[in-house]
């Protein structure tokens, strides 16, 4: 079965710096999707970025982006120029070819002003 | 499009009651998702459709719960008879599957609090 882990619990990163959030996966597929979900005090679930397996190329929305190294099975997502509203709680999720999703446990992200 | 749309946003009940919470997934997407969040186990999937059809259950807790989904755009999940600790927040998710062809993303609905006395 295809696991997720994010080994961070919490994090923090002050307003206009880098933070690099963690996830590895584990998988004996070499077909798959990754994402990173955000889910602030709101509850709502929203996507932040995806990559395909198949893409050697980091996947990139604004100021998210992310590090797939596929070998080493890792995904890391950075946040570059922090804001307020990034604050939230992050999870990385893995879509097999079966279209089931698995979720990591999440990243808390707290940005100091 | 509206999104994914749950019913009702928030549930107070109390224990052995039956509680029924409904999810309307994105037009034309042809996979649902059940989950559950708590603080203590996460994000969980209960259990996923594909083309109306139940695929995977075996993250149901136990025989309390039950889903379906009678047509496309609607599925119900639910707790019979509830209990506190099934107090939680409760996602339904939607997507598109076409194998990997489209690599389609899940689309979370708001969520349903549900509080169990």
């Known amino acids: 079965a295809q696991t997720v882990t994010q080994s961070q619990p919490e994090m923090s990163v002050q307003e206009a710096e880098t933070v690099t959030l963690s996830c590895t996966y584990d998988t004996s597929e070499s077909d798959y999707y990754l994402f990173w979900y955000k889910q602030p005090p709101s509850r709502q679930m929203i996507l932040v970025i995806r990559?395909?397996?198949?893409?050697?190329q980091n996947a990139t929305e604004n100021r998210f982006s992310v590090n797939f190294q596929k070998a080493a099975k890792s995904f890391s997502l950075k946040i570059s120029d922090s804001q307020l509203g990034d604050a939230a709680m992050y999870f990385c999720a893995y879509r097999d070819t079966g279209n089931q999703f698995y979720f990591g446990t999440g990243t808390s992200l707290t940005v100091i002003p | 499009d509206a999104g994914v749309i749950q019913s009702p946003r928030h549930e107070v009940t109390e224990m052995g009651q039956e509680v029924t919470l409904r999810c309307k997934p994105i037009?034309?997407?042809?996979?649902l998702f059940w989950y559950r969040q708590t603080m203590m186990r996460g994000l969980e999937l209960l259990i996923y459709?594909?083309?109306?059809?139940?695929?995977?259950d075996s993250g149901m807790p136990e025989d309390r719960f039950s889903a379906k989904m009678p047509n496309a755009s609607f599925s119900t999940l639910k707790i019979q008879p509830s209990e506190p600790r099934d107090s939680a927040v409760y996602f339904c998710a939607s997507s598109l599957a076409h194998g990997l062809a489209g690599g389609e993303t899940q689309y979370f609905g708001p969520g349903t609090r549900l509080l169990v006395l």
């Open positions: 037009s034309g997407h042809n996979s």
């Open positions: 990559q395909e397996a198949y893409k050697q």
């Open positions: 459709f594909n083309n109306n059809v139940p695929i995977d």
